[in-house]
């Protein structure tokens, strides 16, 4: 493009044009005589009027920056070739172009224009030529101004600086050779991200062989752990010999060639000679070997008496990461016994459990409120069969109680009696399961004052940190035990900053959750709260919170007052155990 101006061509033409005409009047001339000086003069003019160098009127973008007010560069994209102190001293030179007070967003000099947005403490800048067009270089600088805030969370020095390549590559997107592209924040942000198939094809690769470390690490660790056992076992196994157990039926000169064995239950106990160990000592003397040799143990032998203390700490460090150790223990020589749960001692026991489902809204109000409660029974004698049993329930209005169609309904309604419909059929015995069901009811509710517990959570941005205060309020009705909140958390490298809290907490960084735990909730601590420190993130990630919890009191407060034998004679024992737990307790 050469816009040079038409009147200056015409000029320049007219006159060309009368010098070409004496150049022919001459050419026509009688004596046709050659005349030097002309002939300069019109070749002179010629060249001075024709041979002009055109002016071209470039519309470009030298550089895009982000400065700070005193003019330091901290992100800078040249699209000329400009060296890096030309573009230092145009950047430190703008802040003293400014003035105050005025409403432009743009300042020239002789050389180059700034066209510039502040954004909080900082500059948007784009330097320019004069000759371009100031429209397009604002609704260039209006594009940047949006991409920055996409890819930087704190518009501050230290947020631009973490980001500087990403808004390099950004800035290339919407400026190509020091002309505006065609392109939208969207379009930006989607070529900026768009993936690769060899790069996602390398990620699979890492993390095929990651999960393959794992396992060789898994099955080392278990390695080592079984290695160490059986190094303990032959060392500290308890191998003894006859005269160190006073034994005076055997010769002295043989039992210092024997050893028993005192794995499982020992000497004293009533285990025998180890029969292994017989075997060896007698084939080791008549080969001649030494004594020492047959004090070897057998493998698989010995008690076991605890792990080495390097096997526990890489252990511990595997259960701190969130994996799951399945310790090979073997088995006792002697009868295994079973961890089973104590066994019913009263011969009549009656179960009172409801459990919790309720969902919370994060601003406030009840979205779920739900209470399921059972009855159960379980006789361990037959003969206490033949029983009725007297409630007394706490007539909460939104309580809808259930019997079990085998139950005397009329009976129930009228006296609080729960009763076979047939008075000779006993209840069923034994304490196999959860007993005989012989009630059920459930609660709904919107009321927010019956929740035994809130949760508040505000989490707020400060720079590049959030800091999150959690709280909790208990009612009155409850005193709540075993409280635990889960708080999910974004990805850490590191455990978060608990700056304050009342209870305990602790961080699974596998699943990211950190759990905050009070051991008893009563009037004592009705309300407590915990700060928190993690990097900047959004506030969804810390939701849904799970809360968890269990209650020596039920909202029906439903109590067993009598057992009314049938047959007659004084009322037998019984037992209540009474539980209120939560199954799906959340704030979403």
């Not at 003019?71 to 890096?84: E, H, I, T, W, Y």
């Not at 210092?256 to 239950?265: D, K, L, N, Y």
């Not at 927010?448 to 999150?468: A, F, H, Q």
């Not at 709260?529 to 799970?546: G, N």
């Amino acid at each position: 493009m050469f816009p040079i101006g038409w009147a200056y061509i015409s000029r320049a033409w007219s006159r060309v044009q009368g010098k070409f005409s004496r150049l022919s009047l001459w050419f026509r001339s009688p004596s046709r005589r050659f005349d030097p000086r002309g002939a300069i003069e019109f070749v002179s003019l010629l060249s001075d009027q024709l041979a002009f160098t055109p002016i071209v009127l470039k519309m470009v973008v030298l550089a895009s920056s982000i400065i700070t007010k005193s003019g330091k560069a901290l992100v800078s994209r040249q699209f000329v070739d400009m060296s890096r102190i030309r573009i230092e001293g145009l950047l430190a030179a703008f802040p003293k172009l400014i003035g105050t007070g005025k409403q432009h967003t743009y300042v020239e000099t002789e050389n180059v224009r700034y066209v510039y947005q502040p954004i909080e403490a900082l500059y948007l800048l784009l330097v320019t030529n004069k000759q371009s067009n100031i429209l397009e270089d604002l609704d260039t600088l209006r594009l940047l101004s949006k991409l920055v805030p996409e890819y930087s969370s704190s518009l501050d020095e230290e947020g631009i600086c973490k980001t500087a390549f990403e808004l390099i590559f950004a800035f290339d997107e919407v400026i190509s050779l020091g002309h505006k592209e065609n392109v939208t924040v969207a379009q930006v942000r989607q070529y900026c991200e768009m993936e690769s198939h060899e790069e996602r094809l390398h990620k699979l690769v890492m993390q095929s062989k990651i999960n393959e470390t794992k396992d060789v690490m898994k099955r080392k660790a278990s390695e080592i752990d079984k290695s160490k056992i059986e190094k303990t076992r032959g060392e500290k196994g308890g191998f003894m010999s006859v005269q160190s157990m006073g034994s005076s039926g055997i010769d002295s000169s043989f039992s210092s060639e024997m050893s028993i064995s005192s794995s499982g239950t020992g000497f004293g106990s009533g285990s025998g000679f180890g029969l292994s160990s017989d075997v060896e000592s007698f084939s080791s003397k008549s080969k001649g070997r030494p004594a020492s040799s047959a004090t070897a143990p057998p493998k698989g032998l010995g008690m076991q008496l605890g792990k080495t203390q390097r096997a526990n700490q890489f252990l511990e460090s595997l259960k701190a990461e969130g994996e799951v150790i399945l310790e090979d223990v073997r088995p006792n020589t002697g009868p295994s016994r079973s961890a089973a749960p104590p066994p019913l001692t009263d011969p009549i026991t009656l179960s009172v459990e409801e459990r919790l489902k309720v969902t919370l809204k994060q601003d406030g109000g009840v979205s779920n409120f739900d209470v399921q409660g059972t009855l159960s029974l379980q006789i361990l004698n037959q003969e206490d069969g033949l029983i009725q049993v007297q409630i007394e329930t706490g007539g909460h209005p939104g309580i809808l109680f259930k019997t079990h169609p085998n139950i005397n309904k009329e009976l129930f309604s009228n006296e609080n009696i729960l009763g076979l419909k047939d008075p000779n059929r006993p209840f069923p015995t034994g304490q196999s399961g959860d007993g005989v069901g012989l009630l059920k009811w459930r609660m709904q509710s919107a009321d927010e004052s019956v929740v035994p517990l809130t949760i508040n959570c505000w989490p707020s941005v400060s720079g590049n940190e959030t800091y999150v205060n959690i709280e909790y309020e208990a009612s009155s009705m409850f005193d709540l035990q075993n409280v635990v909140i889960s708080v999910p958390l974004p990805a850490l490298r590191e455990a978060p900053n608990v700056r304050q809290i009342d209870g305990d907490w602790r961080y699974d960084s596998r699943n990211s959750i950190l759990e905050w735990s009070i051991l008893l909730i009563d009037n004592s601590n009705r309300s407590g709260s915990m700060e928190f420190v993690v990097p900047s993130a959004d506030s969804s990630v810390f939701f849904p919170i799970s809360v968890r919890f269990t209650a020596t009191n039920t909202f029906s407060d439903l109590k067993v007052l009598n057992i009314l034998p049938l047959k007659g004679g004084p009322s037998p024992k019984f037992a209540q155990r009474t539980i209120l737990s939560t199954e799906d307790y959340q704030v979403v």
